[in-house]
């Protein structure tokens, strides 16, 4: 490839990398009860996957006075996958189990997650199929979840 094409591709790319996230965000359909609710149902009908806990911060909120709109944190994961991962790099228990936020701004459910993809490059975890895989679920579940 000649030096010119390489450097016109760096030119495009490096923008793209630079403001590449390792957030991915989905508007939801439904409500945040609702969303959380399908998320639960969701994980229910795939083997080897639980719900461990739903943080509700807005209760949280309520409990000290203050306001805050509709936000929940579901974790949920594979204790066999999890434990896999934690196995190659301990590390990877600060970011397990998976969490989803689905939260309400401006009249709209949002769901974000942390990309697998990203987050696991701050571990030892280089080539790791589980982490394709988690990958490829967590899309799957929140893409779901996310239409009525």
């Known amino acids: 490839m000649n030096r010119y094409i390489r450097s016109g591709l ?14 991915v965000v989905k508007n939801g359909a439904l ?6 609710a399908k998320i639960e149902k ?5 083997q080897g996957l639980g ?3 739903i943080i509700d911060h807005r209760k949280g909120a309520l409990k000290v006075d203050m306001d805050l709109a509709e936000t929940k944190v579901i974790l949920f994961g594979s204790p066999k996958m999890g434990t896999r991962l934690m196995q190659k790099d301990p590390l990877t228990a600060l970011d397990l189990p998976i969490r989803v936020l689905v939260y309400s701004q401006d009249d709209q459910t ?6 697998p993809g990203e987050w696991s490059r701050h571990f030892t975890l280089k ?3 589980m982490v394709a895989k988690m990958t490829e679920a967590l899309d799957a ?8």
């Open 10 to 23: 760096l030119i495009v790319l490096i923008p793209l990398v630079m403001n590449a996230s390792e957030y």
């Open 31 to 36: 409500s945040v009860d609702a969303t959380i």
């Open 42 to 46: 969701i994980i229910a009908s795939k």
């Open 51 to 53: 719900v461990f806990t």
């Open 110 to 115: 949002r769901i974000v997650y942390r990309d």
């Open 127 to 129: 080539g790791c199929k």
């Open 141 to 148: 579940i929140t893409t779901k979840a996310s239409e009525k």
